[in-house]
């Protein structure tokens, strides 16, 4: 089997920890980066038969991967395989112009940086170390550097933010014309440090900060950028002279192609089998330093299950799900009832009904789907 | 056995007395079961029972005791089960009334020995628990000697628990109790006096034998129904199923008949010989009829046809349960089912719960009404959303509640049953600190939380026991819940007009609690007709989404999803809106946080 065309390689490494965090990373452990690159690449070379020979994308996730020592970072660029589109995700403090320089200089074409907020205080909520200007300077470099696509991360409903803080955020954020914008609502996830600290404090302004959706989805798209995806907005039209540019990597998973990862934490869905990387780092290093598969646990995904990701994946898009290609995993009725709540729209087209979500829909896509799933 | 030999009796106490050990400590004493066998309560057979430590089912027991047969059938002791007592004793000539010495008589000792007295049986006194420290033995046997009009001495002292005094028990039974009359020479009759069902052998009938004697295999006939069946086997309880050759005249026992539809033997027939008929059957029992009634609706309207089985089973162990098909717009094809009183419905849920793994939803519980409308027509309506709305006269049902009460409470429970519409009658002492009150109330004022507002408003003290006494009309109005503008027909509710307003309120705020919000803007209503006297909006959700969503999230957000829709599942429809089953039951508990405020 070839064909997989997007890959996801995870590079843990943080310079620390973000209380609200919950991905894999590693903090600390500099003599573990060039070990770890050996290990993925030795993990590339195991799975990387299933890659199709052109890839579409490659997004290297962390973790910051910019912290990873710039030698070890430049050698696992060098190693990839080339593809359309090569993103890099960055915290702005880590983005010099020599990093930039580097990141361009090896086949990267897209960087997203995780701003998260321009205001100080809610910056040291969330245990952020770049400053507001880390990250004007950090465009302004990527700029200077030739990337035209960069993409900023948001996060809102931090403790503490009021209505016109996160008015502030956005407009700070258009201001600096990223191409792409993905905004996500902070989650405490249950038993985190960052949970414990604020947990009861989101509770009592969780009705006041109900609005924010919606006040972040009027703001961005009254700035001409495309809602196309629940979280994710971009540039269009004239503004983006024409080009595409939504995260193609990522439009991967929510188009249900399969994909491959690397590294720890990682996930890959390849025929079939949905792969998930334990998240040890020292298992992972010495699994693959014995010529062994890092230790990993396989989830079958079979077609009726297949079937319903696509259909929930596909409701997070503004562009509609055909109806035939998920046959079986909704419900008929609760389609009509929905439909009939002005949630979803359904239309005819030369292959057969599709439906999207309606505007009103797209805020309440969490419940419209369960309700929608067969 | 003679006949002069025979002594058929039964227990009888409030609740909590002790009926049930001293039943255990007569088996052990007379050698039925050894003490190694002895399991806690064993005539109480049922999981329910033995948990909750109460009694629901009569149960009929044979026992040796100094060349006598003695035949000990339990009954219950909650006031719900009042018309299984009558059944029971119906089959005995004499009872044992049991009062903790430390408590005294309490409200179901006097209802449960009135009916003995009216039943003509023999009544064997007792003040039980005289091991305890605060026991007054002394003080008991005064209460039982005034309210029986006999002598103190006759009062017998013992303690079930430790076993003193449970011979003499045993020998007061046989001296005092009159051996069973009848005829054994005539034409064999028998009461049936309970049943239960065996899925393998069918219908087992219990029966007490009034004249002539049964045989094994002999053919019968039910007399009332006319069910015609072979005695395929015969025998006593002592206490497991024991087969005998043929029970006579005075005799208890059990007969197998064989019968695979519960509903060919009914409780209170005469079973006789088809071979030597006799020419009528005994008195039988009047049809009680259930006053409380709920919906009763599965979870999940796949397991209807379960329900209806599970019913019609429980019908045959449960006489008292009447039920009829009932469709509701809101929770679908159920069962209207009539109970005798609030524990009896809760006791039939968790029996079809348990026994039968049904998953259930129960309507708020009301009364039976009899309506007369406009043009004269007059109806029972056992279901709120039934009630015609054009009318003339509504009737509901009272009872004589009887109130036993240490005097310091005597103020909290006629403030409750002022609140609750009720008529004071009577008061009188006990004893020096006891009283006992007499009320007539509307039954539609205790179904729900009375008994708890009173034990908690009373510290636990105070003893309730309640006798029907006929319909009065009253100033009673429907009151309905629209949501999202469909009338939510599990939700209707008829009350006393003066409390028609608050109650509305206080359920469509308790609605826009319980109703998540939805998609849309969701107004609830309760209205009186086509007024709507209270309202309130639950507001659309603004956003229901999960943030984030890349390769590695997909399992877990699948997973979530489809949690999600499982929760929804468990939701009624009501038209577009999804209704959490606990919003049905909002109803019943209304009242607890209206005496709360």
Known sequence: ?374 | MQQDRIRNFAIIAHIDHGKSTLADRILELTGAVSERDMREQLLDSMELERERGITIKAQAVRVSWKGHQLNLIDTPGHVDFTYEVSRSLQACEGALLVVDAAQGIEAQTLANAYLAIDGGLEIVPAANKIDLPQADPDGAAKELGDLLGEEPDRVLRISAKTGVGVDEVLDAIVERIPPPGGDPDAPARALVFDSSYDQYRGVVAFVRVVDGTFSTREPLRAMAQGTEFDAEEIGVMSPARTPIDSLSAGEVGYVITGLKDVSRLRVGDTLTSRRRPADGPLPGYQDVKPMVFAGIFPTDSDDYPELRDALERLKLNDASLSYEPETSQALGFGFRCGFLGLLHMEIVRERLEREFDLDLLITAPNVAYRATTRTGEEVEVHNPAEMPRELEQVEEPYVKASVIVPKDYVGAVMELANERRGTFDHMEYLSEGRVLLLYELPLGEIVLDFYDQLKSRTRGYASFDYDLAGFKPGDLTRVDILVAGEQVDALSLIIHRDFAYDRGRQLVERLREEIPRQMIDVPVQAAIGSRVIARETIKARRKDVLAKCYGGDITRKRKLLEKQKKGKKRMKQVGSVEVPQEAFLAVLNLDSDRKRS
């Open chain 1, 1 to 374: 089997m070839s064909g997989v065309r997007h890959l996801y390689v995870h590079l843990p490494f943080c310079a620390h920890r973000c209380g609200y965090c919950d991905f894999v990373t590693v903090v600390g452990k500099g003599d573990q980066h060039a070990p770890y690159i050996d290990a993925l690449l030795a993990e590339l070379e195991r799975e990387g038969a299933v890659l199709a020979p052109d890839l579409e994308t490659v997004f290297l996730g962390g973790g910051t991967p910019t912290v990873t020592a710039p030698g070890e970072l430049e050698r696992l660029l060098r190693a990839l395989p080339d593809a359309e589109e090569v993103t890099v995700e960055a915290n702005p403090e880590t983005v010099t112009p020599a990093l930039a320089a580097l990141l361009r200089a090896n086949g990267v074409t897209r960087v997203s940086l995780g701003a998260q907020s321009f205001q100080p205080p809610l910056l040291g909520v969330l245990d952020r170390r770049a400053t507001p200007e880390d990250v004007r300077q950090a465009v302004r470099t990527l700029r200077d550097t030739g990337f035209d696509n960069v993409s900023l991360d948001l996060v809102y409903g931090i403790p503490g933010q009021s209505g016109s803080d996160l008015e502030a955020d956005l407009d700070e954020a258009l201001a600096l014309e990223p191409e792409h914008l993905s905004c996500y609502e902070l989650e405490a996830k249950p038993g985190t440090r960052f949970a414990h600290a604020h947990g009861e404090e989101l509770a009592r302004q969780a009705d006041a900060m109900e609005g924010y959706f919606e006040q972040v989805v009027d703001t961005v798209t009254a700035a001409g950028y495309r809602w196309y995806e629940t979280a994710n907005f971009c540039l269009e039209g004239a503004r983006a002279n024409g080009r595409d540019l939504r995260a193609r990597h990522n439009l991967g998973y929510w188009l249900g192609r399969d994909y491959l990862g690397a590294g720890i934490g990682a996930v890959s869905t390849v025929g079939g089998v949905r792969r998930r990387n334990l998240p040890s780092l020292s298992r992972y290093i010495g699994a693959l330093a014995h010529g062994e598969a890092p230790p990993r646990e396989d989830e079958p995904i079979d077609a009726e299950t297949a079937a319903r990701e696509r259909l929930l994946l596909g409701l997070r898009l503004d562009e509609p799900v055909v109806l035939a290609d998920v046959a079986g995993a909704f419900d008929a009725d609760a389609l009509a009832r929905l439909s009939d709540l002005g949630m979803l729209a359904v239309t005819a087209n030369g292959h057969g009904d599709e439906i999207r979500l309606t505007w009103r829909g797209r805020f309440l896509g969490g419940g419209v789907t369960a309700e929608l799933l067969a």
